[in-house]
């Protein structure tokens, strides 16, 4: 049975793999929220602060080094969609007189 | 028992792709976005939820701790998505790195102690996983950190170069090296971790020094692709595939980006990195006084009013001079007259890729009008008017004929060839490669001074709305 | 920690997503080759039949059975990957006047 | 000890995702299968070599079998590499399915019956991928076969349909699908395996019958994906990564090949699967006789050495007439004149998805002169002649305008809009859809019966190679 490391290894390769195939594809017009949208998504290291915090056996530095840690990242979390969804928000196809109610 | 909680990091780690796949087209990024923080939503209640399962029985411990963290987060998270400017995208994204990366450093070091503390012993993979997810982290926090600081002027933009300065980093980063393979092998000299941790920071702080202001958006990418990797490595000392997967496509995604940025300046990573190639060393030269010519707002304005088609060319004085919103009422003048406008984007104009869409996109510019460089090119022979909005190097014809010139072979918007030039900006300064520009001095060239919003404001003025039919 | 089963799984989720991602952007040209070679790929059960085989405590019936799930599978890697062969070789962008030599 | 087979298999898995990565271009494809054969064999050395450490410390017994096996295997193999005719690319394609699928099956029944024969439990997990394994396995074995047989032509080429036909497949399945449940429930109830095995081997059986002949391509892309899900399965029983990674790509394979297949028929899934649509329902109607003009091979000849442009579209018959290399032929001596020659591919064109090209290929066209479909339309107009050369369906423009066809709404070459139509075929009877082609009647349309071979080495015979300046 392969161990831990070489089954992250493998999920990494793959990962590697999605990774570079999608990212070619996105469109040049959207590469700034791009950068923002990948930012929030690896802000997923949430999950290791909220483990290492929530540790019955948490020492009193391990919660104020979780502690910080959580509040950096669900700074990026919540900045980072919200900013990336403002931003990909704004491109339309066609534009709309501002005020001006929508026929079809 | 059913691992639950394995199952919604699959689904979550499936909807993280699914994001990213969706950022293809413009018509599919809202829904990106949303299947994103849905997954993240699920990751987080997941493991909040599933905490006994991850933890062999335990319970969550501590969640004053952790609920008043998340809350401060949001606090000062929405305000930061909701009042920064889009001109100060790139500050912002520079500011995220770091915290993303500080926390990373933050957790695997929580971990080390802890794992010290319990006297549990830390198997030397898990070990070489901290180290690197440590050493990442803190380098780019600092890095990022001083990125911002260049991005936002606060700290001088030029390269800080010294005597010695690769003995320096050579020097410290063997140390830090040491440090890192003593520390694998015996984890409990826990006095270590500091210096180690120290190093780290400093390290990232003399990367970026002998780094131009200018090059920082390339520096931001390369920097995305370490966060990605800290927040991957956390994932490989946790055996956690969900934080494996989302570090691997932040790092890849931080690569491709860099890639491009690199292509379209023509400049290879080794050469952004250590290059101090910038402002400095080319100020010399072209100071001779060339004839050229300018015109004013109302002649500007009446060329194009006569033209059949425009292609507007915008650049980083666009964003400085947040001129999105008044060429916006110059397109809508210019289309309501029949004038055929599009906008020709360089992949590197601005200071951050993807920069003049994002602005464009703020002012309500259908994005079917921005088009590539690649694909615009073959359209300026048949233009009428190139106008040229505070862009400069990304025009500049040297790079396709002097191969003296130090942005020889950077592909270019061939401008030049359209029938008449337009150029706006405030001065003959040169742009970020400090070079000068042939196109200002040829003979269909007119070069309008003025700050950009000023300049096209005083333009439309000139194109008046008439009575639609 | 996940289970052998949740692991394959995210394995697979990967795989599935790198292997869409790149079957489409096949050539059209090829994809009668494409064929071929999945084929020949997919013959990687190999190494399952190869373990059932050479495992000390087989019986009788499982070295029968693995051995002809070799020679099955074997007559795919070795055919699969030569007419695979055969096949892209045939695509060329410029023809070469049969037995006539190649000058610059 | 370092787990070194693990390792081998990750680069094998990366190994195979390059070579499929490599065959997005001819260029690269090459390289593509040497990399993809490189990981293979890296695979099975890695596998013998690591035996000890992947059965927990047993080392490989039974070599004579296994390598008698590999020699058996190697020898069938070459032989059929190398003797099997281009034309018959889709027989060996469904061969190659019933061997693989075949062998997945075997190994899941030998597992099965192995552990119980050692009292080894069989955890519930690891059933459930026996089963499916098994059970794909076996269905996808005769599925092929049958495939197979249909193609090659031994078997009816007609559906077969009867009363309560899906009333008996209904139940089968149902009983398949209890006894399944039984066996995951209860693995010790070993006398059930057999008769699930052939419940399975009767189901691949049964699922092809109601399908016509000419469907088999989009079934062999479908049983493509059976197969590959199988080799999956038994990554999952037996902890292998590479196993799973190897089997999604092909399973994926299968699946987008099966789609766009369909999508080029304009035709769902199901309807391939359940319409048992065919030859038959069609052949009633336009029997009337229609006047058509036709011509000689001089005639023909002389028409194409007058045109500038020439768009030659192959079908089906040039696979039927091996006509590849009097094309190649006609293609020279043509060019040799100074005419434009282009071929337009249709998706479906043939019995498989790029049978043309490959075809074409052998006979050494240059594969730039190969234009998908999309590409070729916009030409049509241009072109002085559209040379439809064993092909029907594909050029039917009933599928544009009669919304009564069964292939209306299926995308067409419009060759209608050429100059000058010819088409090469033996008779006036229909194509795989079965009917009519209103093509044929068309002013500007001349037909040149004869077999699509002989035809063209006629005209080839009419131009003759000219002293070369
Ligand atoms: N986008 C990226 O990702 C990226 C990353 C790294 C580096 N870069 C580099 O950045 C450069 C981008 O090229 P670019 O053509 O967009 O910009 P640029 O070459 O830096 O030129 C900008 C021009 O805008 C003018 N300007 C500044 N403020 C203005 C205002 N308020 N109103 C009107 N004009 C104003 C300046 O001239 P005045 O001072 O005379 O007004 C300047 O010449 C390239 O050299 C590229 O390699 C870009
Ligand atoms: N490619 C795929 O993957 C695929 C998959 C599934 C289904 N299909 C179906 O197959 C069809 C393919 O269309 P197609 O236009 O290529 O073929 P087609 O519509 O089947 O027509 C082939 C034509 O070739 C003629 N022909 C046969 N033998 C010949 C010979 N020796 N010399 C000259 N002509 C000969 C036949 O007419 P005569 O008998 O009068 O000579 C026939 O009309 C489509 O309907 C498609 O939906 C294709």
Request: with cysteine; hydrophobic share 50%; net charge neutral.
């Amino acid at each position: 049975m392969p161990s831990n490391l070489e089954k992250a290894l493998f999920v990494f390769m793959l990962a590697t793999f999605v990774g570079l195939e999608i990212i070619r594809k996105v469109s040049p017009l959207l590469h700034t929220p791009l950068m923002s949208l990948t930012n929030a998504i690896s802000a997923i290291s949430v999950v290791g602060a909220i483990l290492i915090t929530g540790n019955e056996r948490a020492t009193d530095l391990t919660k104020i080094l979780g502690f910080v840690a959580i509040v950096a990242v669900f700074t990026n979390i919540v900045s980072g969609f919200l900013i990336t969804d403002r931003m990909v928000k704004m491109f339309k196809k066609k534009p709309q007189a501002a005020g001006a109610e929508v026929h079809k | 028992m059913p691992h639950f909680v394995q199952y919604v990091y699959i689904i979550s780690a499936a909807m993280f792709i699914l994001s990213l796949k969706w950022m293809n087209s413009p018509a599919s990024s809202r829904r990106g976005v949303a299947i994103g923080s849905l997954g993240m939503l699920l990751a987080v209640a997941g493991t909040l939820a599933g905490f006994p399962e991850l933890m062999g029985g335990l319970s969550v411990h501590n969640w004053t701790w952790i609920v008043t963290a998340m809350v401060i987060g949001t606090v000062i998270g929405v305000p930061i998505a909701y009042i920064m400017p889009m001109t100060a995208v790139p500050q912002r994204t520079a500011l995220s790195h770091a915290c993303g990366a500080l926390a990373a450093a933050l957790v695997g070091a929580a971990e080390f102690y802890q794992s010290n503390q319990m006297h549990e012993p830390l198997a030397m993979f898990k070990m070489i996983a901290l180290v690197i997810e440590t050493l990442l982290g803190f380098l780019t926090f600092t890095g990022s950190l001083m990125a911002m600081g260049k991005l936002q002027e606060v700290l001088p933009q030029r390269p800080i170069t010294y005597r010695g300065q690769n003995f320096v980093n050579f020097t410290l980063f063997s140390i830090a090296g040491v440090l890192a393979v003593r520390l694998v092998m015996v984890p409990s000299d826990t006095f270590l971790f500091p210096i180690f941790s120290g190093l780290a920071l400093l390290f990232g702080v003399l990367l970026i020094i002998p780094i131009g202001g200018a090059d920082m958006p390339t520096v931001i990418a390369i920097l995305n692709s370490y966060a990605g990797l800290s927040a991957c490595a956390m994932g490989f000392a946790l055996g956690n595939n969900l934080l494996v997967v989302a570090g691997a496509l932040d790092g890849s995604s931080g690569l491709i980006l860099s890639i491009i940025m690199c292509k379209a300046m023509n400049r290879s990573f080794t050469n952004v990195l250590f290059g101090a190639f910038g402002q400095m060393q080319m100020k010399v030269g072209h100071t001779e006084q060339k004839p050229v010519r300018s015109a004013s707002p109302e002649e500007a304005a009446s060329i194009l009013e006569a033209a059949q088609s425009v292609i507007i060319v915008p650049g980083y004085g666009l964003a400085v001079a947040q001129a999105q919103h008044k060429i916006r009422e110059l397109y809508d003048a210019l289309t309501r007259r029949g004038v055929n406008v599009k906008f020709g984007i360089h992949p590197v104009a601005g200071r951050m890729p993807g920069h003049m869409n994002v602005l464009l996109a703020e002012a309500d510019i259908p994005y079917d009008r921005l088009v590539e460089m690649d694909e615009i090119n073959g359209e300026f022979p048949q233009c009428d008017v190139a106008l040229v909005i505070g862009a400069n190097d990304v025009t500049n014809p040297a790079a396709r004929t002097d191969k003296s010139s130090p942005i020889y072979g950077m592909p270019i918007l061939d401008v030049d060839k359209a029938h008449t030039v337009m150029v706006i900006k405030r001065s003959m300064n040169p742009g970020f490669a400090g070079i000068d520009n042939p196109l200002y001095y040829m003979d269909k060239t007119l070069m309008l001074f003025g700050d950009a919003k000023a300049f096209v404001s005083e333009m439309v003025k000139e194109l008046p709305v008439r009575a639609a039919a």
